[in-house]
Every structure is written in structure tokens, then in C-alpha cells.
């Protein structure tokens, strides 16, 4: 089994930035694919980004490409979401997830989950 934790969730301003990170542990060998997903109330989940066990592979999603940086650290077994050009619409709890296939899959197909951290955008 793996386990994720989330954190670095917070408010921010519109136009500001904001790292959050999910940390993994027990059976971590395994996995391939890191994601990250978010939802905001009365909403559906909805994919942001996904990066392959050496981050040489990524994925995003159109609304957040060129804002949002997906990165990892496979000896630390976490992988991190660096958000700029924060807007109102970025609010949300931010989940991430792991998975063992080696596809970078943006739909809600992973294996593990984590409690998710909240971010708030105010405009």
C-alpha cells in the first residue's frame, strides 16, 4: 500500500504563487505516475497534471499549462506543484495521486490518494 500526505495549501492573492507538496510512503517502489487533481465545490474532480517517476514526462492541463510546474524528488518520495499567475478560479482542494502503470493518465484512474489540501485564490 502507499500512502499520501498533502500540505502548503493557503490563501493567496490573485496574481500570486504558491508550492504545495504530497509526500509518499510505504510501498513507493512501484510507482510511475504522481498527479495532481483538484475540485471545488459543487464541481467535479478535474485533472491539472501528472509527471513519470524521473520527470522526464509531462502532462498538463490546458487551463493551467504555462502557470503551473509539476516537478519530483524520488529521494524523497515527493513530488511538488509550483503554481504562479494564481487566479480566483485556481480555488480548490488539491489532491494528489500515484499510480503504477506507466501512463501518464489524466483521468481518475490511480491507484492512491491523498486527503487533499485547500487553496483559496482571492481576487
Known amino acids: 500500500q502507499v500512502q499520501l500526505v498533502e500540505s502548503g495549501g493557503g490563501l493567496v492573492q490573485a496574481g500570486g504563487s504558491l508550492r504545495i507538496s504530497c509526500a509518499a510512503s510505504g510501498r513507493t517502489f512501484s510507482i510511475y505516475a504522481m498527479g495532481w487533481f483538484r475540485q471545488a465545490p459543487g464541481k467535479e474532480r478535474e485533472f491539472v497534471a501528472v509527471i513519470s517517476w524521473s520527470g522526464a514526462r509531462t502532462t498538463y492541463a490546458d487551463s493551467v499549462k504555462g502557470r503551473f510546474t509539476i516537478s519530483r524528488d524520488n529521494a524523497k518520495n515527493t513530488v511538488y506543484l509550483q503554481m504562479n499567475s494564481l487566479k480566483p478560479e485556481d480555488t480548490a482542494v488539491y489532491y494528489c495521486?500515484?499510480?503504477?502503470?506507466?501512463?501518464?493518465?489524466?483521468?481518475?484512474?490511480?491507484?492512491?490518494w491523498g486527503q487533499g489540501t485547500q487553496v483559496t485564490v482571492s481576487s
Open positions: 495521486a500515484a499510480d503504477t502503470k506507466r501512463v501518464l493518465t489524466t483521468g481518475l484512474e490511480y491507484e492512491y
